[in-house]
């Protein structure tokens, strides 16, 4: 299951990951369905945090202004591993060594085809077993 959260800022962007994700085969559950005018990124968090945590395996996009804020407020949550991606390789990189399961991003910093890409690299890329970033990984939260 794929968690979507927005804020204000984010929700178009959210919205075009939605359909994209569908397109794809994904499923999905918008948290954040409609659009409230000046509402708080930290809300929005929550709710995908604790959904993503309460069902292993699933992942969360949180989309505000820059993505920065939801990367902060996700990461609160001891098992979320939230990253901020502004390249592909960013979204690649960061399930391959750091086992992220939370994407953060900005919808007045990146273009929707670059989301949409990035998006799908993420929920695509298996984390690395190799041994150091397991390690590294259980020490994020021990
Ligand atoms: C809202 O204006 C904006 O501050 C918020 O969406 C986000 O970018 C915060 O990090």
């Known amino acids: 299951m794929i968690y979507l959260g927005a804020d204000h800022a984010g929700f178009k962007l959210k919205e075009t990951l939605k359909?994209?994700?569908?397109?794809?085969?994904?499923s999905v559950c918008d948290l954040s369905?409609?659009?409230?005018?000046?509402?708080?990124?930290?809300?929005a968090a929550k709710k995908v945090s604790?959904?993503?945590l309460g069902e292993p395996g699933s992942f969360g996009v949180l989309v505000c202004g820059t993505g920065l804020g939801m990367d902060i407020a996700a990461?609160?949550?001891p098992g979320i591993r939230a990253i901020v991606a502004r390249t592909e390789d960013d979204a690649k990189t960061?399930?391959?060594?750091?086992?992220?399961n939370i994407l953060a991003l900005g919808e007045r910093?990146?273009?929707?085809?670059?989301?949409?890409?990035m998006t799908l690299t993420f929920l695509k890329t298996k984390p690395s077993k190799a041994q150091r970033h397991e390690r590294r990984v259980h020490q994020?939260?021990?």
């Open 109 to 117: 910093v990146t273009k929707p085809a670059l989301a949409i890409k």
């Open 33 to 43: 369905p409609r659009l409230v005018k000046d509402d708080d990124y930290p809300l």
């Open 75 to 77: 990461n609160r949550f």
């Open 140 to 142: 994020l939260d021990t």
């Open 19 to 26: 359909e994209a994700l569908t397109k794809a085969k994904f």
């Open 94 to 100: 960061s399930r391959e060594h750091n086992h992220a």
């Open 50 to 52: 604790l959904a993503v």
